[in-house]
């Protein structure tokens, strides 16, 4: 394992399944120190199990926001090379069968959990003056 690596804690929201299963436990095999979030606690102990630190994380919630964060930033000395946003669901359908209201709680998500997180993770960034910051989506 790459100790440098270890050095450099990345946070992972929406590690449930898909994209960002596959971006906690690839860059855990790599060595990275990996913080994987998932919006229900049930659905952390598979990751437990693979020794990737998990923590609940809803982006429709500030308060879930900052107490993640400030878990992570706890446990790395306040330190943080890398957050790759990733969580979030997609909506099928043609738009005149959308109610409005599915897509408030999807923009809930996607736009103002993601906006709220990074706005907190940047001048974290900043005072380390390193890090990066990925704003994923999938097709959907």
């Given at each position: 394992?790459?100790?440098?690596?270890?050095?450099?804690?990345?946070?992972?929201?929406?590690?449930?399944?898909?994209?960002?299963?596959?971006?906690?436990?690839?860059?855990?095999?790599?060595?990275?120190s990996?913080?994987?979030?998932?919006?229900?606690?049930?659905?952390?102990?598979?990751?437990?199990?693979?020794?990737?630190?998990?923590?609940q994380?809803?982006?429709?919630?500030k308060?879930?926001?900052?107490?993640?964060?400030?878990?992570?930033?706890?446990?790395?000395?306040?330190?943080?090379?890398?957050?790759?946003?990733?969580?979030?669901?997609?909506?099928?359908?043609?738009?005149?069968?959308?109610?409005?209201?599915a897509?408030?709680?999807?923009?809930?998500?996607?736009?103002?959990g993601?906006?709220?997180?990074?706005?907190?993770?940047?001048?974290?960034?900043?005072?380390?003056?390193?890090g990066r910051?990925?704003?994923?989506?999938?097709?959907?």
């Open positions: 394992m790459n100790s440098e690596l270890k050095d450099r804690p990345v946070l992972i929201t929406g590690c449930s399944s898909g994209i960002g299963y596959l971006a906690a436990t690839s860059l855990h095999a790599r060595g990275y990996v913080y994987a979030t998932t919006r229900k606690a049930a659905d952390t102990h598979l990751l437990s199990k693979l020794g990737i630190t998990t923590l994380l809803d982006l429709d919630d308060q879930s926001i900052e107490n993640a964060l400030a878990q992570v930033l706890d446990e790395t000395h306040g330190k943080l090379y890398g957050l790759f946003n990733n969580g979030g669901f997609g909506q099928g359908g043609a738009v005149e069968d959308l109610p409005t209201n897509l408030r709680e999807q923009f809930e998500t996607l736009v103002f993601w906006h709220e997180l990074t706005r907190r993770v940047i001048p974290v960034m900043r005072n380390q003056g390193y910051i990925v704003q994923n989506s999938s097709v959907l």
